[in-house]
């Protein structure tokens, strides 16, 4: 039996055709999954809990679907799983995270967390010319090429979308115009590293205190704002009836529907109106509803929605959020750095500059790992997957990962252009 699985999966890798594409079939493998992962890291046999002593949690969520989609049982490509965790699962899980957040206890979190941000910006800016004549050095050919094949266009793209997000990254393809081929690879690069980069901080995120040790960080404000949080949800905790729970997820995809609703209205109505602010990703649907999913949010934490809490409604969150991790996941296709193996080199060096610029900044300001694993991911991976880096800390502060993601957008277009013009230079264009 098994020699006839293996070879049936050997035969739809060689087709590339995963062996499951009914999205019903993928989505209860991921179910699964999941259920796999927190069944055993709730156990208390000796096995298990050494070994989630050492892998955390949330990467597995994450690396078994990029496992099952890099050998062809699954596809993310082809799969409309990831669009509709995004779309649908993400907006409601951030509400039901910030209903019961505290506003001031953010705004004392300090600046530091906006100059790691703004440090991981610059570093992806000065981080693509550094590894393009970085690479280009050692292999010459990477500086070649003439019109849409030149390799900085396509580089330029990679940069809106690790500075902003999928809007920018359009931005800078109709900017810098690269060719369909080349940008296809691009496509590749760009998700290849930016997840083993996220595979990594989801990693650190469960032992945060040796690097914030090294740093000499001060930590305090943060944990402090997670433990008032955690002192508020024991004191309203209750065991959630059948009507907590329709109440929970009725207002949050109930401001889901109300975000695209007005995402719907607004964004076209920009694009057509007003042209110019498309540089900042106004136009973006997926932008307003992240922010308008934040924002109610936010707004029910000031009415008696706060309460929800005690039934389960960031729990209810994190169910949501960690379905996005699993088809995050299976986004991710290891075999694919076989492709053009010369641009991943630079994507990863690329990546190596931004993480070396982000943590010399981190150590000058004494700043906590939380700070530099958010700031990293709001620019790299945007709202999407800034919240759950930051909710692999503690999920209290997953808002965090999400408003530094929304200033993302504001840079991306800037920022990437930037870039662009200085590969451009290294280049020789």
Not at 131 to 140: H, Q, R
Not at 171 to 190: K, R, T, W, Y
């Amino acid at each position: 039996m098994l020699v006839l699985l293996q070879s049936i999966i050997l035969d739809e890798m060689e087709e590339n055709t995963p062996l499951f594409t009914n999205d019903a079939v993928v989505f209860g493998l991921l179910m699964a999954i999941l259920a796999v992962i927190f069944a055993t890291s709730a156990s208390e046999r000796p096995l298990w809990r050494k070994f989630y002593s050492i892998v955390p949690t949330v990467l597995l969520c994450y690396f078994i679907p990029a496992l099952a989609n890099s050998f062809g049982l699954i596809s993310g490509e082809s799969s409309g799983l990831y669009k509709v965790a995004s779309r649908y699962l993400l907006p409601a899980s951030l509400v039901l995270f910030t209903i019961s957040i505290d506003i001031k206890g953010i705004l004392k979190l300090g600046p530091k967390a906006l100059t790691m941000f703004l440090a991981g910006t610059v570093g992806i800016m000065l981080g693509g010319p550094l590894a393009l004549m970085t690479v280009g050095f050692l292999f010459p050919e990477l500086l070649g090429g003439s019109g849409p094949e030149e390799v900085w266009r396509g580089l330029s793209t990679i940069a809106g979308s690790w500075i902003g997000g999928g809007a920018n990254q359009t931005a800078m393809l109709e900017v810098f115009g690269p060719s369909p081929e080349l940008f296809s690879q691009m496509i590749a690069v760009d998700v290849l590293v930016a997840n083993l980069w996220m595979a990594f901080l989801l990693y650190w995120a469960a032992k945060p205190e040796k690097i914030d040790k090294l740093f000499k960080a001060d930590s305090t404000k943060i944990y402090e704002l997670r433990d008032k949080i955690e002192e508020f949800r024991k004191g309203i905790m209750r065991i959630p009836t059948l009507s907590d729970t329709m109440i929970i997820l009725g207002v949050g995809f109930g401001v889901t529907g109300l975000a695209h609703l007005i995402a719907d209205f607004v964004a076209p109505y920009i694009g057509e109106n007003y042209p110019s602010l498309k540089q900042y990703s106004l136009d973006s649907a997926f932008f307003w509803i992240v922010v308008i999913a934040t924002t109610a949010g936010l707004l029910l934490s000031f009415t008696k929605a706060r309460k929800l809490e005690g039934a389960g409604a960031s729990r209810m969150g994190s169910v949501l959020l960690y379905v996005l991790v699993a088809t995050i996941g299976m986004q991710m296709d290891l075999g694919a750095v076989l492709d053009n193996p010369l641009l991943f080199v630079v994507g990863i060096v690329w990546m190596i500059f931004h993480i070396i610029i982000m943590l010399i900044v981190a150590f000058i300001i004494k700043a906590p790992f939380f700070y530099v694993a958010v700031g990293s991911q709001a620019n790299v991976g945007g709202a999407a997957s800034a919240p759950i880096v930051a909710a692999a800390f503690d999920a209290s502060l997953a808002p965090v990962g999400v408003l530094l993601a929304v200033l993302g957008y504001a840079a991306g277009t800037y920022g990437a252009y930037l870039c662009g013009l200085m590969m451009q230079v290294i280049s020789g264009g």
